[in-house]
């Protein structure tokens, strides 16, 4: 007979574990119960001459014994036995000085190549075993062969855990028969969702049952059940890079404290998690204060089974913030969205840092596939200025709801056309060109009027400039050039310029423009809809991201204005979670 590993006709190590008669009482820990019954292990070993073949149970210098959680004390029981140095075949009875506490319990050995159980692993077997007093003294005879296996029952493995499976191998006679490593092969009958085999080693990978049976020597197991159970102590901590986010521009690194995204730029898990904690950096309260505690906030968007729930989680210090919430029991999406920004001297914002995932089983990024790239170009009313949670309920983040495809914000509080020529215009439209839009949505000028920045006549030659780079460089990207929306009051500027004229300079430079089209902005809200008479109110931002779905979904679709939409609109406000 030929034995896995070249062990041919290899006499293998025999162990047979009796219990001593005599039961021998061990005190047990703690106060208030009575001592704990346990019997010391009789072993009986047939070692076989020594082999030279290293890895086979022959090379066994050393034999260790495992009974899993039958320490009387607490923990595991162990037993180690030393082979004498006689290189001969010779049995030999060996009693523990202590005591197994009673039960039914998993019983390992393990042969190893040296000493006091070091070196490498060159044998194993294992059964559950009935500890007490009753137990049969058996005597033992030696085996060349096996003449059955079976995987032991009742066993688990944690999701995520690597785990040997302890499997027993007997002779004709009954006999425990060691075997080497390698020398047995699991497979899955059923459950391959649930466990998986890495080099023989059992890996958890959902919770639940599988059926798994073992091959030895020619002889099959029938299947046994093994248990795939939830980790409690499982947590993952994942620190996104800017790749890792979706509907995000691309920038130069600029503070050592955070990764700069877009705002409301999306970072996508799936996990099973139970609880969610970010660390968070804010540094908006230093241009807004505590007067718009919306804007320091964080998104949470969750779906599970259909259903989604929505948590806007508030940072309440300048600098690092650690926010947590509950999630949804089950295997689910969640998006982090990034918050509002706003740039008075730089762009500042909420930032995620990381994110730490508890309980459950995984928790792994996805990534970003953009499709059909909407890019929003804009000032604090894009950027979701005074609604309750810009980061969900902002205009941009509501137009997500309905447009096919991916909306990244190129938006921030007090930003104007003024900033970015300034900035130099080349480098702003490359940026724009790194995301590769299929469209840009140009809601910006309401700066360039409200805060001074320059003439009209000014702000539409940049405007008109702005517009032949980016087709230049974008020949196919779709150009929708908004005007500026109402305001409750629109008097003349430190130049003695209304608004309207800014609407008119844009008007102007799209006119002769053919690629690119004039969106009248002055249709979308009325001041009805402000909160302070420039920036929408929750309605108001709900009102525009449902004028901006169907416009984009009639131009997209050959529908001139004036004619009915063939969609049919959804954008639904989520109240605080």
Known sequence: MEYPLGESKLKRILLWFGILATVGAIAGCGGGGGPVRSVPVKVMIDWAARGRTVDAPSSALSV???????????????????????????TREYISTTGVAYGTWLLNVQCYAGMNGT????????QNYKFGPEAPEVNLTSVKSVASVEVVPGQTVGVGEFKDLAFTARSASGALVMVSPGSVRFSIMDGADKLSFLSQQAVGISVGTAMVQTTLDWHTSSA?????????AFTATL???????????????TDSNYVRTSGQARYVLSTDADDLSLNVYCDIFDDIGNTY?????????????GVT???????????????????????KTVEIVQGSQSAFDKVRGTWLVSATLIGGSFARPVPPTPVNKLIVYGDSIAAGANSTYPAMQGWLSLLRQTYPGDVQSEAWGVRSLNDDVQNGLPAFVEHLAQSAPAKIWLAIGTNDYLQNRWKSSEFGAAYADLLDSIHGSMPGCMLYCQTPTVEASEAPNSFGESLSAY???????????????LVDGTTILSTTDLVEGVHPSNDGHMKYAAFVSDYLARTSRGVRRGQTSPVQRSVKMRGPR
């Open 64 to 90: 260790v014994i495992t009974v899993k959680r039958a320490n009387p004390a607490g923990g595991d029981f162990t037993f180690t036995i030393n082979r004498d140095a006689d290189p001969s075949e010779y």
């Open 503 to 517: 609407r008119a300079a844009i008007a102007a430079a799209v006119a002769s423009r053919p690629w690119a089209q």
């Open 224 to 232: 046994a059940a093994v248990s795939v159970t939830k980790s409690a």
């Open 119 to 126: 070196g490498d692993l060159v044998g194993a077997v294992g």
């Open 309 to 331: 729930t929505e948590y806007n989680l508030i940072c309440t210090l300048s600098g690092r913030n650690t926010l947590t919430t509950k999630l949804p029991a089950g295997t």
């Open 293 to 305: 505690p919306g804007d320091s906030a964080i998104g949470v968007r969750v779906t599970t089974g």
């Open 239 to 253: 620190t996104p890079q800017l790749a890792d986010w979706a509907d995000s521009g691309n920038f130069e690194q």
